[in-house]
């Protein structure tokens, strides 16, 4: 009676082993990548965290937008004052909105938003000269 239970015990112990193993593998590779991309940013200096964040932005950005996923909103009413531009303000006021996430989380990651996607996407100047990016009507 107790050797075919040591048998299921050792069984079991070995399915949960094997069933194991490739999540304990994918970890270890998980974490060499990781262990690379550190040491090729760090190589690269601010240049390089610049554009591996202004590549992380949009996935971050995502996880923000997210929090509200759940929020129907059925219908928008835009009211105007008069001057034409009541739905040309909702629409910047959604930009602001998006473009405000990201600077909070440059902010956290103590990165200037400005800087980190010109770099990204080539334009060089981050001083505010040729070829930087307009800067956003104030809200």
């Known amino acids: ?9 050792m069984a079991a112990f070995a399915r949960a082993e094997a069933e194991a193993a490739p999540i304990l593998e994918r970890g270890k590779a998980q974490v060499e990548v990781l ?15 610049a554009v591996f964040m202004a590549e992380k932005l949009p996935e971050l950005l995502e996880i923000a937008v997210g929090a509200v996923e759940g929020v129907d909103i059925d219908r928008v009413v835009v009211m105007d004052g008069g001057q034409g531009e009541g739905v040309s303000n909702a629409l910047n006021q959604r930009v602001r909105g998006a473009y405000g996430t990201m600077e909070g989380l440059a ?11 010109q770099r990204a996407v080539g334009s060089g100047d981050a001083d505010g000269g040729e070829g930087s990016a307009p800067e956003l009507p104030p809200a």
Request: hydrophobic content about 45%; cysteine-free; glycine content about 8%.
């Open 1 to 9: 009676m107790i050797e075919p239970a040591k048998a299921e015990k």
């Open 107 to 117: 902010s956290v990651l103590g990165l200037d938003i400005q800087e980190v996607l």
């Open 35 to 49: 262990k690379r991309l550190y040491a090729e940013v760090q190589t690269g200096g601010e240049a390089a965290f």
